[in-house]
């Protein structure tokens, strides 16, 4: 009974899938520099099937009649769906290959190194990355980040190979950014498969200075071995006339090899002396920064503060004024000019804050000495009529 009730459902399946099969596969172009394609349809009639077909290296991302997505792999996948318009979108599986921007950084002992690289990746998740905006720039975007604090985490010498140190081998170098930059998920739903360290340059400041000590070296020995020679010759001589000659030539030898070797060494001294006064010169820049917005704050509240004693002052003189018997009108006309008078006084002290060279002084003498003069002349003129 349930073969003959699923009979004609398998017959519409295969009559499905034999008109799929006849159909050319349809061709997906995937925008260029891109794995994604845009959202498509695919069209569901009523009463039959569709045939998914997704081409080698793609898999398809379609959303089910439930409503979420679900990842379809390489082959023909008969939907029995009921009947409907379904969002698709094409994901690009094989892989990746991209060449990073020259990353320039600084080392962890301060000097700078320059590294390209080139990464190999490819799409692990497909649901992951369709929900991602402007994936391969974001991709970019964190591997070269990574690089960066690599750099940032070695000395110069282990990257770039010296005449005194040498660095560690491109294939153990590109193994540890591999681990570096997958660490730091530079994007979810990729895989990083492969990585090459395509060029790299270190500072040319690092290499003058151990080229100047590999010179010093050099020069240090060949001065030992001239006074060696001379003072070989100088015993074979044995006393003769040519002893004082030759006892004086070596002491020139050497003080004209210790005057080089000092000059080199203050060269070096040089430019480790500018690089530090350079970094304490920001401090310095940066503390006096500091220092000068503290000594404006402080000023402004020494003038709320003035401002506070004054008008404190005046209610306390008003009040006063106002208790004494035979104090007419006058009073209240006066204590409004002094109320007004008080906050032009506000205006000029904080007027005069801005000026560094008055500072307190100046707001206690504008406010101290120009609004109480009126408030007590003009009750004084009160009292007497």
């Not at 003959?4 to 050319?24: A, C, H, Y």
Request: net charge neutral.
């Amino acid at each position: 009974m349930n073969t003959s009730l699923n009979f004609p459902s398998r017959v519409i399946d295969s009559i499905t899938e034999l008109r799929g099969r006849q159909k050319p596969p349809e061709e997906i172009k995937f925008p260029k520099g891109e794995v994604i394609t845009p959202i498509g349809r695919i069209e569901v009639p009523f009463l039959e099937r569709y045939l998914l077909r997704v081409p080698m290296q793609t898999c398809a991302v379609v959303y089910v009649p439930e409503g979420y997505p679900r990842v379809y792999s390489t082959g023909d996948h008969l939907l029995k769906w009921p009947m409907g318009t379904y969002p698709i979108q094409y994901v690009d599986i094989r892989q990746q290959h991209a060449k990073l921007p020259i990353v320039q950084a600084v080392t962890a002992d301060t000097w700078t190194v320059w590294l390209e690289v080139g990464v190999i990746w490819r799409v692990r998740y497909p649901i992951m990355v369709i929900e991602v905006n402007d994936l391969i720039p974001t991709f970019i975007s964190g591997c070269i980040s990574a690089v960066k604090d690599f750099i940032q985490s070695l000395p110069h010498d282990q990257i770039i190979c010296t005449p005194n140190e040498t660095a560690i081998e491109v294939r153990v170098l590109e193994g540890l950014l591999l681990q570096r930059l997958n660490s730091k998920s530079t994007c979810k739903g990729l895989e990083l498969i492969g990585l090459r360290v395509l060029g790299k340059q270190g500072d040319n400041r690092r290499t003058e200075a151990i080229q100047i000590e590999q010179d010093m070296l050099v020069q240090d020995a060949k001065t030992r071995y001239e006074i060696a020679v001379l003072a070989q010759q100088l015993e074979l001589a044995n006393r003769s006339e040519g002893v004082k000659v030759k006892e004086a030539e070596i002491e020139r030898k050497r003080i004209e090899e210790a005057e080089k070797i000092t000059l080199m060494r203050a060269k070096i001294h040089a430019q480790e002396a500018e690089l530090l006064r350079a970094r304490q010169q920001q401090e310095i820049e940066m503390k006096n920064l500091a220092e000068r917005q503290y000594q404006a704050h402080e000023k402004y509240l020494e003038a709320i503060k003035v401002l506070g004693n004054v008008l404190g002052q005046y209610a306390s003189t008003v009040g006063n004024a106002q208790m004494l018997p035979g104090v007419n009108r006058v009073v209240d006309d006066n204590a409004f000019r002094a109320l007004e008078h008080s906050y032009q006084t506000l205006v000029h002290a904080l007027t005069a804050l801005q000026e560094p060279d008055q500072g307190r002084s100046s707001a206690q003498t504008l406010a101290a000495g120009t609004l109480f003069n009126p408030i007590d002349r003009n009750v004084g003129a009160g009292i007497s009529d």
